[in-house]
């Protein structure tokens, strides 16, 4: 079955970076728009970043663009997000989902997440 | 932005009830809107997309409906795992997907 399984979350201090990585198992990664989607705690959910099967386009919330870098490894079956200059605001629970179809952008299954929390 | 609207945020009902809860979008974006269920503790999963069409597995008491840019989403006879977040989200229009606030089925 889909799988998507991420990693990469911890504690960091304002200012630092961590990398988050999600690896995919269960379809074929290489033709799969991906997603980053983030919920701070006890809030909602926030679409981060979202890169084309071929990472041809790159896509961000006006929030994390110029600290943010999603890519990919289709080698590797892997989706990432660099994160830079993290601020205590991106403190969250970071998810990798899947594009649901061809045809639409619902996002479809999720990761089960990983936390970050930006504290000094 | 489109901007969606859920309400209301919390949702009273008990077992075996019917809940039905709306998600209003501030700009026409047909039926590009999927709904999402959050259990506590666990990541949200797929209940509907094209505002109607159940995900794969989604059993027939969940149902969407859309009326302009209006959406609702019932569940009859509600189950225990049906206590939990739902959100709605629209992918007509982006950057940004945009997701409503959320409304909580409780007990």
Known sequence: ?120 | DIVMTQSPATLSVSPGERATFSCRASHDIGRNVAWYRQKPGQAPSLLIYDASTRATGIPARFSGSASGTEFTLTIISLQSEDFALYYCQQYFTWPPFTFGGGTKVEI
């Open chain 1, 1 to 120: 079955q889909v799988q998507l399984v991420e990693s990469g979350g911890g504690v960091v201090q304002p200012g630092g970076s961590l990398r988050l990585s999600c690896v995919a198992s269960g379809f074929t990664f290489s033709r799969s728009d991906m997603y980053w989607v983030r919920q701070a705690p006890g809030k909602g959910l926030e679409w981060a970043a979202s890169i084309t099967f071929d990472e041809t386009d790159k896509y961000y919330v006006d929030s994390v663009k110029g600290r943010f870098i999603i890519s990919r490894d289709n080698s590797k079956n892997t989706l990432y997000l660099q994160m830079n200059s993290l601020r205590v605001d991106d403190t969250a629970t970071y998810y990798c989902a899947k594009k649901g179809a061809a045809w639409g952008n619902w996002f479809d299954p999720w990761g089960q997440g990983t936390r970050v929390t930006v504290s000094s």
